[in-house]
């Protein structure tokens, strides 16, 4: 069964560094998804890709954060400089045009803590 | 916007028994799904069940159901023939399916806790 991809499942760095994320979404899904879900909490839309186009990036701290989707495959979320509030979960979901519902299938997620 | 609540923080059932975990959600649109996730301790979020708003008939996977009351905006998840499988975190989720920019974002309930004891 198809599933997304992420890497690293672990980071550990120290406050003021930059940090970067990897997300290999299901083949031929073209919607990608970044979520932050801090822990104890439900995840909250970080950034929305369609194919390599922002759609939606309203919650996405542009001042530390950004994403891209050159190909419109796989995807990079970048975090520099790091703040020890940015410890959290950092969930990517795609899902696929052709489905009514665009069910969203999540990866495994990196569990970030800035010390 | 959208908010979605899950009241439950913590719920716990015997192996073999039912439970239900409560969901309510605020919208003015008459046209969206709603989605329970479930989430084990270190891994990864997998769906559960899906329901469309339009649908009247109430969404059905094995031993899982949900009772959707579209009027209270209510969305409750019934677990039975409870299994230690099931503990995990679930979350209840809203998605518009209208267009804009929000089209396509799951908005999320804060979660509950399910413990099983054997």
């Known amino acids: 069964e198809a599933e997304v991809a992420q890497s690293p499942r672990y980071k550990i760095t120290e406050k003021s560094q930059a940090v970067a994320f990897w997300c290999d979404p299901i083949s031929g899904h073209a919607t990608l998804y970044w979520y932050r879900q801090i822990l104890g909490q439900g995840p909250e839309l970080l950034v929305q890709?369609?194919?390599?186009?922002?759609?939606?990036d309203s919650q996405l701290p542009k001042d530390r954060f950004s994403a891209e989707r050159l190909k419109g495959v796989d995807s990079t979320l970048k975090i520099q400089p790091a703040e020890l509030g940015d410890s959290a979960m950092y969930l990517c979901a795609s899902s696929n045009l052709g489905q009514l519902d665009r069910t969203q299938y999540f990866g495994p997620g990196t569990r970030l803590t800035v010390l | 916007a959208q908010t979605v609540t899950q009241s439950q923080p913590e719920m716990s059932v015997q192996e073999a028994e039912t439970v239900t975990l409560s969901c309510t959600y605020d919208t003015s649109e008459s046209d969206y799904y709603l989605f329970w996730y479930k989430q084990p301790p270190s891994r990864q979020m997998i769906l559960v069940i899906r329901q469309e708003a339009y649908k009247q008939q109430n969404a059905t996977e094995n031993r899982f159901s949900v009772n959707f009351q579209k009027a209270a905006k209510s969305f409750s998840l019934k677990i039975s023939d409870s299994q230690l499988g099931d503990a995990a975190m679930y979350f209840c989720?809203?998605?518009?399916?209208?267009?804009?920019?929000?089209?396509?974002?799951?908005?999320f309930g804060q979660g509950t806790i399910l413990t099983v004891h054997p």
């Open positions: 890709f369609q194919d390599e186009s922002v759609v939606d």
């Open positions: 989720a809203y998605r518009s399916a209208s267009g804009g920019t929000s089209y396509g974002k799951l908005t």
